[in-house]
């Protein structure tokens, strides 16, 4: 089982020296720069390295995916270059993280309905346009502090079904899970939905340094038949002195790695 970083691009050196099997880039402000003009770019100064398996943050705040005033023409526009950028450094049918919750937050004045129907399209737009370049989106819940819709697993699952999307997969991510309190039971129930993980000790500090139940999140998604990769997202008063014993901490809580050594 492998474990990553999410990490833009100035510190991918110190997290591989650290013993991450894999870098999670971030897109706005990494992958992709803003012009004077408010148009996105590839960076030009990118560096070229191993292909990545799993990309963070994809639309910067101002992206109103949930806005039915925000012109889909504009989401596609954006999404098209996002998509050839990332394809430029990914592995085939790497995940692209979809949570933006800036972006997805409900716009005042508009309807909570009206702003879910709107969303569903922006996921749909970016479902489309990652196949085209053998990548898949994924839907990131997220706690109620960062946006007003799809906060839980469970929620994610049905705004996907309801809509008729069922086939795009979710991320379990620790952070949300805890302040959203959604029952680790859950996490086991639905882990056959769930394409790709994200983790953090209490707080958001390094795997580690807290007191969150890291070992019972890993084995509620292990039992429920999850076998994917787990990416450590978390705030970093020194990369380069954590990020080591944080993958120790997270290789030591996931019985994953545990039964492949024993």
């Known amino acids: 089982m492998q474990h990553g ?19 999670e880039p971030t897109v706005v402000g990494n992958l992709l720069v803003q012009r004077e003009d408010g148009t996105w770019h590839a960076d030009p100064a990118l560096r070229r390295r191993e292909p990545a398996p799993s990309f963070a943050v994809l639309c910067p705040a101002d992206h109103r995916l949930s806005d039915p005033a925000f012109p889909l023409e504009q989401t596609h ?19 692209v993280v979809l949570g933006s919750g800036a972006a997805r937050r409900i716009p005042e004045g508009v309807s909570r309905d009206d702003a879910r129907r709107q969303f569903a399209r922006s996921v749909a737009i970016a479902r ?11 839907l990131e819940p997220l706690h109620r502090g960062e946006t007003d819709q799809i906060n839980s697993l469970v929620e994610a699952v049905e705004f996907l079904d309801e809509f008729g999307m069922g ?9 949300h899970i805890m302040l959203e309190h959604e029952s680790f039971d859950v996490v086991r129930e ?9 983790i953090a000790d209490s707080g958001r500090i390094p795997p580690g340094q807290g007191d969150w ?12 038949g999850y076998r994917g990769r787990v990416s450590i997202e978390c705030t970093w008063a020194d990369l380069a002195a954590e990020a080591g014993p944080a993958l120790a901490a997270l290789r030591a ?5 545990v039964a492949a050594t024993a």
């Open 77 to 95: 526009a954006y999404l098209r270059v996002a998509f050839a950028a990332i394809a430029e450094v990914a592995a085939p049918g790497a995940f």
């Open 5 to 23: 970083i999410i990490t833009p691009d100035r510190d991918a050196e110190a997290a591989l020296a650290a013993g991450a099997d894999y870098l």
């Open 253 to 257: 809580a996931d019985p994953a790695t």
């Open 213 to 224: 139940p890291l070992a019972e999140f890993l084995r509620a998604l292990r039992d429920g």
């Open 128 to 138: 489309e346009i990652a196949a085209v370049h053998d990548l898949e989106v994924i």
């Open 190 to 198: 639905l882990a056959g939905r769930v394409a790709h993980a994200h």
């Open 167 to 175: 086939e795009v997969r979710v991320v379990a991510d620790l952070f």
